[in-house]
């Protein structure tokens, strides 16, 4: 079955560059995400990568992906006080109305 | 567009109460999702509508969940006969196709059973 595994705890100071590490099972995922959560609140969006694509970047975050290994990760460059949160990654199966699978999360701590 | 909009969005209820939990997709999404997430968890998949048809289950959906999309807009989520381990947050997402769209997340009914 699909799973999804992440790494719980990441503590960096700020101005650091975090990085992130996910690693997926389900060999027929069309496209990764990466998606953002703040206490007490849903799920925001951050930013996605298809399983066509190594690398992609918008503005202080880089994902890239490892097909291979299965392996995906997110890079926070410049890391303020106000990316402190919990960061899930989510495989998507698109042969399954487009699902998301999601690990349990990495809480990341940024400290002044 | 106001994103995806749930309702309430905390609810508290003694134990064997029936819940219903409200969702407002993104206007154009003809795919909705629900999931829960417990404490210290990843959102988990509950049920997926596609327009008015619910398409998928989750074995996590027991015969106490129900699911509805009536006209293929909101959709509504009751648990009838609450059981304490049924607190958590009820998530609520929506999609555009095709089907690698990314989903946006409402803000979550947070559940609590007493």
């Known amino acids: 079955g699909e799973d999804v595994e992440q790494s719980l705890f990441l503590s960096v100071r700020e101005g650091d560059s975090s990085v992130i590490n996910c690693t997926y099972t389900?060999?027929?995922?069309?496209?990764l995400y990466w998606y953002k959560q703040e206490p007490g609140a849903g799920l925001q969006l951050l930013t996605y990568?298809?399983?066509?694509?190594d690398m992609k970047q918008d503005q202080r975050l880089t994902v890239l992906l490892n097909k291979k290994d299965k392996h995906l990760s997110l890079r926070i460059a410049d890391t303020q006080t106000g990316d402190s949160a919990i960061y899930f990654c989510?495989?998507?199966?698109?042969?399954?109305?487009?699902?998301?699978?999601f690990g349990q999360g990495t809480e990341l701590s940024v400290k002044p | 567009d106001t994103g995806v909009s749930q309702n309430p969005r905390h609810k508290i209820t003694k134990r064997g109460q029936n819940v219903t939990f409200r969702c407002d997709p993104i206007s154009e999404h003809n795919r909705l999702y629900w999931y829960r997430q417990t404490l210290g968890q990843g959102p988990e998949f509950l049920t997926y509508?596609?327009?008015?048809?619910?398409?998928?289950k989750s074995r996590l959906l027991s015969d106490r969940f129900s699911a509805e999309r009536p006209k293929g807009s909101f959709s509504t989520l009751e648990i009838q006969r609450t059981e304490q381990g049924d607190s958590a947050m009820y998530l609520c997402?929506?999609?555009?196709?095709?089907?690698?769209?990314?989903?946006?997340f409402g803000n979550g009914t947070r559940l609590t059973v007493t």
């Open positions: 997402a929506s999609g555009p196709t095709p089907n690698n769209s990314p989903l946006h």
């Open positions: 509508f596609q327009n008015e048809a619910q398409l998928e």
């Open positions: 389900d060999s027929s995922s069309t496209y």
């Open positions: 990568i298809f399983s066509n694509m």
């Open positions: 989510a495989e998507g199966l698109y042969n399954q109305g487009g699902k998301l699978i």
